[in-house]
């Protein structure tokens, strides 16, 4: 019942922001619904179903590697899991990114996703209790996040936010070359102020980003956001 | 919500010159003169800015000597063997094309303040508004003992990037195992504080690449310490063992003399031989920022540190390595970045466009070896003192794993593209 709620709440939210600021998710690449299909295939987001093709999702965060019960691991996976490592948002993060790398020879049939807004999409949807009917999370973008929503709310001084963009430039170029340096135009501006407000509250750790939005006001982030999400 | 207009879309995008339209209120008048001398980080990236950012309202001229420009950063990549001369070597050429700046190539030898004008090598003058002034840094030979001009041909310090750098791949290239390099680092405050650290690091890297483990690279330092020190320490330990050697002025005694010709440095504990001296001088603003008084006692320029304008002229915005920027180091993150601020208050005074709080940024990547990079950087705001300060710093950590500083590497190739496309377009 807490589920449902917490659904209906984010789904009310997200319809909310999606009205006043015309930031339909339908738009963005960025939706959960078919980023999280090829999950759902083989995994159950409840911790009661049996007969899944691989381990569930349900409390992966915080859970050691190969530790669901009702599920019986590869060699390689047992190897990896005596190391001791927990799922987390850098081993998630890094399992997604290229799970064969991760574990060689682990049984999930599935490339990895390279893109870090699509990948970082899913880590947000595992972090946060991977539950419920997917169909349903279709709206449940960034939008429906407290801190995101009061940023996502603030009136964006354009003019001052092409101003700040000038320190994004010096290295986030305005192409779709990408090297570690990702470009962040063509993202959803939710997404953006999602992703800074993880960078300032350092749950992602590069040293430069860090810096960089820790000088960085809501009003600014409004401003940023707003700017990067306008560039096509 | 409101949509994206032309003007905006280009000023972000960067390609407003070839749509600029200028408005009625102008036709018939002169347009606001900004003239930029220097093509470096903090010129080019000023131009640009001023150009784009302005619709065409502004007339935008950029004074340069080389036809090309050559990036000192990354040019110890090259000796390393990780990049290409050309890949360091950038054209001006879109900057006139699709920002409409007017390229000047020549000299820039003086100012004449009062009278608003800029004084070529040829005694042409060019009349500006407003100046920015990034003319970088200009070598001061006779600080090392026995070293010239005359003797950086034989004795590069390839600080200024060009065909110095080819002078020193060249050295470099020639040594065979066991023959020596002798570095003598420059002291403070100099362009790009990692470089000469970074250089050893990369000279070491391509000579252990051929084998010739029997070489040692001397660096002779007027200082006590150095940028990142206990990161390139460990660094070379790890991986270049017993073939850099630092020695600080507590050990050397001091620098007496260069011999140029004879690959020899004197000092007064010890005499180095070297087939190849890299000779690093002390360095002060570029010429023309001092023949025109900008420069104070010790030869770089003050500013105030909200708009990187000059304390001496207001007419006249002084960025880059020529600057006294506070906490910030000669880099060409922090041109771009001073760039960026005094583009912006040029606009507000000439446009009566908005100006707004300066911000700077900074990051210095260092190469270490094959895949094996490390940073340091800060952000900085303008402090009550009238000083530019330091407000966040970080460092890589000397405990991080292989990933994280092959990450790092990765992170300062993608900087290089993204800043050279933020410099040039």
Known sequence: MIECKNLLSIFVLSLFVCIHTSNVAAESSLNLSQLATPCLACHSVTAEKTGYVGPTLAGVAGRALGTDPKYVYSDAFVRKSEEGSVWDRNTLNDFLMNPQGFVEGNAMNYPGIQSDAERDTLLHWLLNDPSGDPAALKDANYSSVPEVQSILARTADVEYGEYLAGECLTCHQLSDSRGQIPPIHKLTRDYLVFALLEYQNGTRDNSTMQSVVSSLSDEDIAALSQVFARIE | ?425
């Open chain 2, 1 to 425: 919500m409101t949509s994206v207009t032309r003007r905006q879309f280009n000023s972000i995008i960067g390609v407003g010159a070839a749509s600029m339209v200028v408005p009625p209120s102008l036709l018939g008048q002169s347009k606001p003169r900004v003239v930029v001398v220097g093509g470096g980080a903090g010129g080019a990236t000023a131009a640009r800015y001023l150009a784009k950012d302005s619709d065409g309202q502004l007339d935008v001229t950029l004074i340069e000597d080389s036809d090309t420009y050559t990036s000192c950063f990354y040019s110890n990549l090259y000796l390393g063997g990780f990049r290409t001369f050309n890949s360091i070597t950038h054209s001006f050429g879109t900057l006139a094309s699709a920002y409409g700046i007017t390229l000047k190539k020549g000299r820039a030898v003086d100012i004449e303040r009062e009278s608003k004008m800029v004084v070529m090598a040829d005694g042409s003058t060019i009349g500006y508004d407003l100046l920015v002034l990034s003319p970088g840094i200009e070598l001061q030979y006779d600080s090392v003992p026995g070293y010239s001009e005359e003797d950086s041909q034989i004795a590069p310090h390839a600080w200024q990037a060009g065909k110095q750098t080819e002078i020193l791949h060249q050295k470099l290239n020639e040594l065979e195992n066991g023959q020596d390099i002798v570095m003598v680092a420059p002291p403070n405050p100099y362009r790009c504080p990692p470089g000469p650290y970074e250089r050893a690091s990369m000279m070491a890297h391509f000579l252990s690449n051929k084998g010739y483990t029997d070489s040692t690279i001397y660096i002779l330092d007027p200082k006590d310490k150095f940028s990142k020190q206990s990161l390139f320490s460990a660094g070379w330990e790890h991986y270049y063992p017993g073939m850099i050697e630092w020695y600080s002025p507590d050990i050397h005694g001091g620098i007496l003399s260069v011999d140029a010709k004879a690959g020899i440095v004197e000092t007064d504990f010890d005499t180095f031989e070297g087939a190849l001296l890299n000779i690093i001088p002390a360095q002060k603003a570029g010429a023309i920022a001092r023949t025109a008084g900008l420069a104070d006692e010790n030869g770089f320029c003050p500013i105030m540190a909200d708009s990187m304008r000059s304390i001496v002229d207001e007419n006249i915005f002084v960025i880059g390595d020529a600057s006294i920027a506070g906490d910030m180091p000669k880099s060409a993150f922090s041109a771009n970045s001073q760039a960026k601020v005094a583009a912006m208050t040029i606009r507000g005074q000439l446009l009566s466009s908005r100006v707004f709080p300066a911000k700077y940024n900074n990051t210095c990547w260092s190469l270490i070896a094959l895949n094996d990079g490390v940073k340091v950087g800060a952000s900085y705001a303008p402090s009550d003192d009238g000083t530019i300060t330091a407000t966040s710093k970080f460092v890589s950590q000397g405990n991080e794993d292989a990933t994280v500083r092959q990450q790092t590497y990765e992170e300062s190739i993608s900087w290089y593209s993204s800043i050279v496309s933020d410099m040039f377009g």
